[in-house]
């Protein structure tokens, strides 16, 4: 086996190493920033906390009563389906939940590039076709999977608590308007458990081969 075939993975290994250590970097420098009122990060720092919010979550009639006149042709009404709200005088329990719907998704990305960045030196090492490898994608894809629905609960949480604490009315019925869970996400976590599945099929057929020749 020569080097380019041994070290095949090596430039995604490479990219997947920057990826992470930028993303690593406003954890670093962040901080600081935040603390000494020069920067905010993930709206942490900022003066005033927002919340993008359905029309239906604010009880209005986003096909009759919520119109924009752009200079549209007529006949066409331009329908608005989401609005921010934002609080220019934050109490801390807001600032809290702000950092409750925010944090997650970026967490859940570093996860997701450190264990692609682990995956990829396990196949280096162990070898591309290996149990552990199989394995690897596996776990992956349950975690693409498992991270994605608690990203989604987190943030839905997070924006309600926010949402609510801008607005006169009781909270009956408002989860379904902040939850969102991407089909791509869910398809690409099912992708990796079944390339995982069949890795894994094909090393104990490749097993089975060599201990009958």
Known sequence: MDSTTKNAL???EFILSVVGALMLMPLVFAPPL?????GSFLGVGDSEVCVSAPIGALQLNSGGQMKVHAGQHGGVDIRATHTELCDESPTPS???W???ANFPDYLYALGFVGSAWLL???A?????FSPHVAL?????GMYVLVGALAVSLLRLWGQERVFLSMVTQNGSGLYWYFFRLSWSTLIAGFGLLTIGRVMAQSVRMQREIDATV
């Open 10 to 12: 090596a430039p995604i």
């Open 34 to 38: 935040v603390i000494f009122g020069s």
């Open 94 to 96: 807001q600032r809290v």
């Open 98 to 100: 702000s950092v409750v």
């Open 120 to 122: 990829t030196r396990t």
């Open 124 to 128: 280096r090492r162990r070898g591309l």
């Open 136 to 140: 690897g994608v596996g776990r992956l």
